[in-house]
């Protein structure tokens, strides 16, 4: 019961996001939602972090790469949403945020890390984007092709180039999840203070509404949600947390409908569903990630962690989940120092993670 209440908190504040974002550009710009969103994320991950005593990494070379990171996974993706939103409905949002696990396959496949694609998962790709394009509508002149939804679809994508590029430099290296997602935001937070000048300096008019939507947006959708992914794939393995990656775009349709009034027709409710068969077999026969090899997982951002590569896995004995499999991980295996992630993703000693 604890763990189908986790899942289901996961998921409505996870899935809420589009509409705390459709709420906060009444009275903001696009700069000014996704600036805010990172200062207050930035704020509650370094929280937990001063409570869990996980410090920042000190690096110089990591830093680099977070930065990097911090580009393709928050301060761009975040700034596509908003400019999205200002033409396309939440609900919709939600749905194409969706397909960033086929973007991840496409990476993947086109930077060598996914090599011999079974049938049923390349059938799961061509079927996922094609419900994108029952949405799109593009035979219809109503439909919500528009610069507002390829920009949505260019923030899924960056999302799995960032995936794949943490896989790659980041996880595994030695420092702790709660700490990198910090220093992720953090830099994030620096680089979109940047784009300031680019529309972010027009005047605010503060009211109640305003502030709530953007302090639920950066304390709880951005910040609260990369501590509680992580927990639910630490106690409960990350079938529970990919089950929360196929209820998001199904808050985000119903809290569009229920509070801003947005249609929801036959055809978005069946390209939803398209887009989700289509994600779910391309995560089919995915083969379970190496103990050093290059993985999709651990962005310290959430999405490719709550699709099925959490760092519960070790090697190939992924059939061990949840809290016992985790004991027995940790027996098997020389423990490594505390406060590390060692190469399957796990931090040591005690919880996975690291959390007290």
């Not at 996974?73 to 939600?94: I, K, M, R, Y």
């Not at 960033?100 to 049923?120: C, D, H, K, Q």
């Not at 109503?142 to 960032?162: D, E, F, N």
Request: glycine share 14%; aromatic share 6%.
């Amino acid at each position: 019961m604890r763990a189908s209440a986790r899942v289901v908190v996961l998921a409505l504040l996870w899935g809420s996001t589009f509409l705390w974002i459709e709420l906060a550009l009444d009275a903001l710009s696009p700069v000014q939602v996704t600036l805010a969103r990172c200062v207050l994320g930035t704020g509650t991950l370094l929280a937990l972090c001063l409570r869990t005593g996980d410090r920042l990494p000190r690096e110089r070379a990591v830093w680099g790469r977070v930065l990097v990171a911090a580009f393709w996974c928050n301060a761009l993706p975040f700034a596509l949403f908003s400019v999205g939103q200002q033409t396309v409905d939440s609900g919709v949002a939600g749905v194409l945020n969706a397909t960033t696990p086929l973007w991840s396959l496409l990476v993947g496949i086109a930077n060598g890390t996914e090599r011999g694609v079974r049938p049923v998962r390349f059938g799961g790709l061509l079927l996922g984007f094609a419900g994108v394009v029952l949405i799109f509508a593009p035979w219809q002149g109503t439909g919500t092709v528009g610069w507002g939804a390829l920009a949505i679809l260019s923030a899924a994508v960056s999302y799995a180039i960032g995936f794949a590029f943490m896989g790659r430099h980041l996880v595994g290296k030695g420092h702790a999840t709660l700490s990198l997602s910090a220093a992720q935001l953090l830099a994030a937070s620096g680089l979109t203070a940047l784009s300031l000048p680019a529309g972010g300096l027009s005047p605010v008019h503060l009211d109640r509404t305003l502030l709530v939507a953007v302090a639920i947006l950066g304390v709880f959708a951005t910040g609260i949600t990369f501590h509680l992914t992580y927990r639910i794939i630490a106690d409960e393995g990350a079938t529970d947390a990919a089950t929360v990656g196929y209820l998001l775009p199904v808050v985000s349709i119903g809290l569009g409908a229920v509070v801003l009034g947005e249609p929801f027709g036959l055809r978005i409710a069946v390209g939803m569903t398209v887009v989700l068969v289509g994600v779910g077999m391309s995560r089919r026969g995915k083969p379970a990630p190496t103990a050093t090899g290059p993985t999709t997982r651990g962005c310290g951002h959430l999405a490719a962690i709550a699709w099925g590569d959490g760092p519960h896995r070790r090697g190939g004995d992924h059939r061990l989940r949840g809290r016992r499999g985790l004991r027995e991980l940790a027996r098997r295996a020389p423990r490594p120092p505390r406060g590390s992630v060692d190469q399957g993703g796990q931090e040591g000693v005690g919880d996975p993670l690291g959390h007290r």
